[in-house]
């Protein structure tokens, strides 16, 4: 299993399969290949539900995003 954190204050955002993790991977932008952390704003979670992702990681994002226009996020395996 994988963990999400909100890259800015630390926080857990909750734990996501393999499959969640690689649609990060396959379709947000990375700036190497060791890379773990993703920009995220409300049009990326309209882009993933547009593209049928899994709604429950749609759900685990929109609340963490919360009220912000967008933020960073980190992944790590357990």
Known sequence: ???L???ESGKLIGTIGVAELQLLID????ESLEDQDYYIDRA??????????DSALITLLRE???DRQGMEIRWEKD
Do not use: H, I, N
């Open 1 to 3: 299993m994988t963990q």
């Open 5 to 7: 954190y909100d890259a």
């Open 27 to 30: 379709q947000l932008e990375e």
């Open 44 to 53: 990326t979670l309209a882009w993933f539900e547009e593209k049928g992702a």
């Open 64 to 66: 963490a995003l919360g």
